[in-house]
């Protein structure tokens, strides 16, 4: 009895140093911070939040941001065509770009989805803009009938020698 007495007091003060150590590291590592962070006024994490603090903001210039070259989007790597403005002006507010291009689905798929994400992720009402949505998707990625990874086209293949 006395030896299962000593053998859990020995576990619980293992426990307790090891959230010790934790606690003083974690204090360790803010007082370094904190130092750096009074020695080094200029990196503060409070620079700009002074009343007399001048905000400095980058232009984004309005052909820089829906630029297209070579029939694609830039900012979003959408194809160019009917509707597209309209997806990046209602999916690319929740999620990327890419989620969208690499769900390639028909018709009835893509009303499924938009009604999950409707019914589930807070989605609006797209209106007039659905079926505009949808039959942009459904042009520019439609669904692909393809194995895990498409066949090698276009290799100058060559022969080992021994």
Excluded at 140 to 157: A, C, E, F
Aim: proline residues 4%.
């Amino acid at each position: 009895m006395e030896k299962q007495n000593h053998d859990k007091l020995k576990k619980d003060f293992r426990s307790f140093y090891k959230v010790l150590v934790i606690v003083c590291a974690s204090i360790g590592v803010f007082v370094v911070a904190l130092v750096y962070l009074i020695k080094n006024p200029d990196i503060s994490i409070f620079k700009g939040s002074e009343p007399d603090s001048e905000i400095v903001t980058v232009p984004v210039e309005e052909d820089d941001f829906d630029k297209i070259e070579n029939g694609i989007h830039v900012r979003t790597g959408f194809v160019e065509g009917p509707g597209m403005m309209e997806i990046v002006q209602n999916c690319t507010n929740c999620h990327s770009a890419k989620l969208v291009i690499q769900n390639r689905m028909n018709k009835e798929r893509w009303k499924a989805t938009i009604k999950w994400m409707q019914e589930t992720q807070n989605l609006w009402d797209l209106g007039e803009n659905e079926d505009i949505i949808i039959d942009y998707l459904v042009t520019n990625y439609p669904p692909q009938k393809k194995g895990r990874r498409t066949v090698l086209t276009d290799i100058d293949w060559y022969e080992l020698k021994d």
